[in-house]
Nanobody, 126 residues
Framework: QVQLVESGGGLVQAGGSLRLSCAASGRTFSTNTMGWFRQAPGKEREFVAAIRWSAGRTYYADSVKGRFTISKDNAKNTVDLQMNSLKLEDTAVYYC???????????????????WGQGTQVTVSS
């Protein structure tokens, strides 16, 4: 079992920045990939960014590339998402997720992840 707890959400003006953090506990040693997803009202959950737990390689959705940065601290078992130049359309509940698959293909679908956090609200205002 793995427990994931997100923090850092809030209200920010367009163009501003927020940093989300995900704290993982439990069976983290065999994690393949950690990912961030988001879900806006009335929309499906969508992939935002992912990081390989061991190698640290990263992958981003086109909509956030160049604005968001995913990072990890293996010693603290945390994964952060630094969000800069926020736009109105970034408003959503953001979820942290853990993937235990063995594939080298980046997992970008929600059903490829095994554990989820409870989510944290990010609201971008004009």
């Amino acid at each position: 079992q793995v427990q994931l707890v997100e923090s850092g959400g809030g209200l920010v003006q367009a163009g501003g920045s927020l940093r989300l953090s995900c704290a993982a506990s439990g069976r983290t040693f065999s994690t393949n990939t950690m990912g961030w997803f988001r879900q806006a009202p009335g929309k499906e959950r969508e992939f935002v960014a992912a990081i390989r737990w061991s190698a640290g390689r990263t992958y981003y959705a086109d909509s956030v590339k160049g604005r968001f940065t995913i990072s990890k601290d293996n010693a603290k078992n945390t994964v952060d998402l630094q969000m800069n130049s926020l736009k109105l359309e970034d408003t959503a509940v953001y979820y942290c997720a853990a993937n235990y698959g063995l594939s080298n293909i980046w997992p970008v679908q929600a059903n490829e992840y095994d554990y989820w956090g409870q989510g944290t609200q990010v609201t971008v205002s004009s």
